[in-house]
Every structure is written in structure tokens, then in C-alpha cells.
């Protein structure tokens, strides 16, 4: 979500007249978009304002700092950067700019300010896409659910959807423009256009009209969505991926615990029983999808059979990929005042064990595509030498022998010949498509 942000900042900034640079040291204006989803991205904002505003000594340098950012920290921040705004000001970022100095905290007022019609100015921002083949586009911001662990209602906010006649021009754009990977944004995308019912799309009717779109081109793309909620994951979503060649076989479904207890203090609204009806739909409607998840261990009070319990879900729905996390207090989280009473040693141990469960179910996997060809859309050379890498449609990583740069953004066919767990590697077999000048 930041990094789809980041897009539309800088189409900001250029329609000032200001140039981008890759240099941070040249820079006369410089700022964060943060993450206080957790403390570590939060700590590395007060290292980079530190070294930022001891800059101001000897260069004209204006920081901001905007993204996900906690009450708590945007005061604090107040006083340490010239200009602090919510994502869904952007449009008045050059108005606040050409008045800079003027930052004090009633700037945090602004919090309370008809953030659905801000939202709505903000969405009209047209990005500047970072890359020539791969885009986001954001349908939804905020959520409703308040997971106990969770900042995000603190940070964006409630839920808002974007108009679909916006998400659907943009995603037509972007297809008359080539891009091969489309990804639909939003805390909640399978929530979308419930807090406008009536007046909007589902999040299925949404996925209908981009599979039309996808139906009615010749263009190969292929179009994923994160981060959906177990709770309002729907059959009828499913169903409508099964449906339409462009919405990729790729489902990120975070489980966060395999615990109904822990789940319940989570506040996830979801079961363990509701989760294995979702992979059940997905397993048997799209049986070459590949599951990506989220999980936290060592959340507050988290006993050994809990965890046992999460180590017995990961490997039954056989993750591709999870992304796993410890567990660590947010302030405005409803969990922040309850106690971190796993042992830091224990987290560490955890991580550790479902690291090792989950490289042993994905390359269970991996190993079951060697010497089947798959479309590959090259990202970008390989660490190894003399090689390129991509993903597959699935979002597997694939590397192949190739020293020709002229394939990144092309979707091509890669035979697989050997695998690891997280990675598999092949021979080029053929381009699919071109991406048309």
C-alpha cells in the first residue's frame, strides 16, 4: 500500500516542477511514508530524521512524513519534521509545502476531517507507476475489523471504497498499456463496497467486470488482490476466479493463528472451521492455486499447544508462503495494554520451527513442478550470475540461465528442472508475449 502511495507522492512533486533522484544526499525534499504496523519500521524513522535534520546545519532540506502513522507517533513527529499530513490530504501537499513552516499540531485535527471526501481526492491523483509492467491500484482504504493486534483502524482509518468506475478505467489503462501484473490494494479488498451498499459494487461484481476486461483483449495479465479477511472471504470470490484467465490463481488468505482461542483473543471474527471451508472452495474451484498466509506467534498468552496447534494448520493447507511474524506491542492496539508474556527466546524458537514446517510443505510443492513449463514474467536478473528471475502466475520464483535484460517485463515459458523450497529453476522454452513499445 505504501509503496502504491509512494506513486501517487511523487506524481505530487513532479507536477511542482521537482526532479526525482536516486541520491537521498541530493535531495532538497525528503520523506517517509511509515508503517506503524510495527516498532521496528517506526524506529528506523526516528534514525533516518535524526541523520535528516543534522543535515539542516549545512543544506536546504524540507522532510515530511506521512503513511501509517499512530497518534501517538504523529505528535512526536510534529517536532521532528517540517511537514506531517494523512495519505488522504496528498492533493494539498504542495499548498502545505509552499507554506512550509507552518506544521503544529493542529495539523492532527485535519484526522477529523470528512476522510471519505478526502479519499476521494486523493484517488484522483494519477500514480507515476515505478515500474513498466507491474502496478497497484489502491480500491479501499481503512478497515473495520479492530484486530486486537492490529494499528490499522488507528492509522487509515474506517473503510472506504473507491468508486469501481475508477478502479475498472484504471485497470483499463493499464491494459492498454501492457502491464502484465495488476494487484488490487486495500486493508480489506474482500469488505470493498460494503460501506456503500446499494450504491456500489461487491468485491465479487468488481473481480466480474476486470475478468470482462481481461475476456475481451488479447493481452495477457494477470490481476491479484491483497489482503482479504477470512471472515468475508465468499465463495462466490472463487467462483468468480475460476471463472477468468486474468485473475491469477494466487489467493493471500492470512490465518494469523491455528488456534480457535488465539483467534478469539485476536479478535479475528473467524475460525479455524471457517478458514478450512475457504481453502476447501479454493482447493476444489482453482486447484492450481497456490495459498500464501500471514501468522504472528507468540501473541499475548500463546501457550505451547496453541502453537502446536498453528504448526498443525501450516501444514495442512500446505502454505507457498507465509509471512511470519513475532508478535509486538502496537499503542492503540486493543492488545497493547495486555501483557508480552512470550519469552523473546521462545517467539525466536517458534519462528523458527514454523520457518522449517513451512520450507518443508513449500518444497513438497516446488518439487511437483519439475519438468512441467510454466508462464514466467521476468522481474529482474538473478543473484546468480548469469541468470534472470521472475515469478510464475502462482507468485513462485523461478530463476533460468539468460543474460538478456531485453525479457524483463516479458511473460515467457521456463521448464522446470530442479527445486529448492522456496524457489524452483529452469530452461527458457519460449516468449509468450512481447511487451508492445
Known amino acids: 500500500m505504501n509503496q502504491s502511495d509512494s506513486e501517487r507522492v511523487k506524481r505530487v512533486l513532479e507536477g511542482m516542477g521537482a526532479q526525482w533522484t536516486d541520491?537521498?544526499?541530493?535531495?532538497?525534499?525528503?520523506?517517509?511514508?511509515?508503517?506503524?504496523?510495527?516498532?521496528?519500521?517506526?524506529?528506523?524513522?526516528?534514525?533516518?530524521?535524526?541523520?535528516w535534520?543534522?543535515?539542516?546545519?549545512?543544506?536546504?532540506?524540507?522532510?515530511?512524513?506521512?503513511?501509517?502513522?499512530?497518534?501517538?507517533?504523529?505528535?512526536?513527529?510534529?517536532?521532528?519534521?517540517?511537514?506531517?499530513?494523512?495519505?488522504?490530504?496528498?492533493?494539498?501537499?504542495?499548498?502545505m509545502l509552499s507554506q512550509y513552516g507552518i506544521t503544529t499540531p493542529a495539523g492532527l485535527e485535519r484526522d477529523n476531517l470528512n476522510p471519505k471526501e478526502e479519499m476521494s481526492f486523493f484517488w484522483q491523483v494519477k500514480p507515476k507507476y515505478n515500474s513498466l509492467f507491474e502496478a497497484f491500484i489502491p480500491i479501499q482504504n481503512g478497515?473495520?475489523?479492530?484486530?486486537?493486534?492490529?494499528?490499522?483502524?488507528?492509522?487509515?482509518?474506517?473503510?472506504?471504497?473507491r468508486p469501481s468506475s475508477e478502479i475498472l478505467d484504471e485497470v483499463r489503462s493499464l491494459v492498454e498499456k501492457s502491464y502484465k501484473s495488476i494487484t488490487l490494494l486495500g486493508q480489506n479488498v474482500n469488505s470493498y463496497g460494503l460501506d456503500k451498499k446499494g450504491e456500489e459494487l461487491t468485491f465479487a461484481q468488481l473481480l466480474e467486470e476486470i475478468g470482462k476486461i481481461?475476456?475481451?483483449?488479447?493481452?495477457?495479465?494477470?490481476?491479484?488482490?491483497?489482503?482479504?479477511?477470512?471472515?468475508?472471504?465468499?465463495?462466490?470470490?472463487?467462483?468468480?476466479?475460476?471463472?477468468?484467465?486474468c485473475l491469477a490463481k494466487q489467493i493471500h488468505l492470512p490465518i494469523q493463528s491455528g488456534d480457535d482461542k488465539v483467534l478469539i483473543k485476536m479478535n479475528r471474527k473467524h475460525s479455524v472451521k471457517k478458514y478450512r471451508e475457504s481453502v476447501e472452495a479454493?482447493?476444489?474451484?482453482?486447484?492450481?492455486?497456490?495459498?500464501?498466509?500471514?501468522?504472528?506467534?507468540?501473541?499475548?498468552?500463546?501457550?505451547?499447544?496453541?502453537?502446536?496447534?498453528?504448526?498443525?494448520?501450516?501444514?495442512?493447507?500446505?502454505?507457498?508462503?507465509?509471512?511470519?511474524?513475532?508478535?509486538?506491542?502496537?499503542?492503540g492496539a486493543a492488545s497493547y495494554s495486555w501483557p508480552d508474556d512470550v519469552d523473546l527466546k521462545i517467539k525466536k524458537e517458534r519462528l523458527a520451527l514454523?520457518?522449517?514446517?513451512?520450507?518443508?510443505?513449500?518444497?513438497a510443492y516446488n518439487a511437483r513442478m519439475i519438468d512441467q513449463t510454466f508462464p514466467v514474467l521476468v522481474r529482474d536478473t538473478d543473484r546468480k550470475k548469469g541468470y534472470l528471475s521472475g515469478q510464475t502466475e502462482g507468485k513462485i520464483t523461478v530463476r533460468f540461465a539468460s543474460e538478456d535484460r531485453a525479457l524483463i517485463g516479458q511473460i515467457v515459458n521456463v521448464k522446470i528442472t530442479s527445486a529448492s523450497n522456496f524457489s524452483v529453476e529452469g530452461e527458457l522454452v519460449e516468449i509468450v508475449q512481447l511487451v508492445e513499445e
Open 354 to 363: 514454523l520457518s522449517d514446517d513451512l520450507a518443508e510443505v513449500s518444497g
Open 282 to 331: 479454493i482447493r476444489e474451484l482453482i486447484p492450481q492455486a497456490t495459498l500464501f498466509t500471514d501468522i504472528i506467534v507468540g501473541f499475548s498468552g500463546e501457550t505451547e499447544e496453541q502453537f502446536q496447534n498453528t504448526r498443525k494448520a501450516l501444514k495442512e493447507f500446505a502454505y507457498n508462503m507465509a509471512y511470519i511474524a513475532m508478535y509486538s506491542k502496537r499503542p
Open 53 to 95: 535534520n543534522k543535515r539542516k546545519a549545512s543544506q536546504n532540506l524540507i522532510t515530511f512524513i506521512s503513511g501509517c502513522v499512530l497518534p501517538a507517533d504523529k505528535k512526536k513527529f510534529l517536532k521532528l519534521f517540517d511537514i506531517v499530513f494523512a495519505m488522504r490530504e496528498l492533493p494539498q501537499f504542495p499548498q
Open 143 to 161: 478497515c473495520d475489523k479492530f484486530c486486537s493486534f492490529c494499528a490499522v483502524p488507528y492509522t487509515r482509518g474506517r473503510e472506504v471504497s
Open 23 to 51: 541520491n537521498e544526499t541530493e535531495a532538497n525534499v525528503i520523506g517517509i511514508l511509515a508503517c506503524s504496523v510495527r516498532q521496528k519500521a517506526i524506529d528506523k524513522v526516528y534514525s533516518k530524521i535524526a541523520l
Open 214 to 245: 481481461g475476456q475481451a483483449t488479447d493481452h495477457l495479465f494477470w490481476v491479484y488482490f491483497t489482503s482479504p479477511h477470512p471472515r468475508d472471504m465468499q465463495r462466490e470470490v472463487i467462483e468468480v476466479i475460476a471463472r477468468y484467465d
